[in-house]
Nanobody, 126 residues
Framework: QVQLVESGGGLVQAGGSLRLSCAAS????????MGWFRQVPGKEREFVGF????????NYADSVKGRFTISRDNANNTVYLQMNSLKPEDTAVYYC???????????????????WGQGTQVTVSS
């Protein structure tokens, strides 16, 4: 089992920045690819990005590319989502997830994630 707890959400003005954290406990954190997703009530969950086990590879949705950055600290079992130049359409509940999957197409589609956090709300005002 892996337990994931997100933090760092809040209210920010458009153009501002937030950094989300996802702290993991349980099994070896460095064995998992870590993904970030977001969801708005009434809409489907949306892929944001993922980072490989070593942190050497990242992959982002087009909607956030160039604005969001994912990093991880395997020594402290934490993955981060740095969000810059935030837009009102970034408003959502953000979730981190852990996966043993390695294929980018499946990770982007939301498959293969075995563990999910409870989510943290991000609200961007215009």
């Amino acid at each position: 089992q892996v337990q994931l707890v997100e933090s760092g959400g809040g209210l920010v003005q458009a153009g501002g920045s937030l950094r989300l954290s996802c702290a993991a406990s349980g099994r070896t954190f460095s064995n998992y690819t870590m993904g970030w997703f977001r969801q708005v009530p009434g809409k489907e969950r949306e892929f944001v990005g993922f980072i490989s086990m070593s942190g050497g590879t990242t992959n982002y949705a087009d909607s956030v590319k160039g604005r969001f950055t994912i990093s991880r600290d395997n020594a402290n079992n934490t993955v981060y989502l740095q969000m810059n130049s935030l837009k009102p359409e970034d408003t959502a509940v953000y979730y981190c997830a852990a996966s043993n999957e390695w294929r980018a197409s499946r990770l982007r589609a939301g498959y293969g994630y075995d563990y999910w956090g409870q989510g943290t709300q991000v609200t961007v005002s215009s």
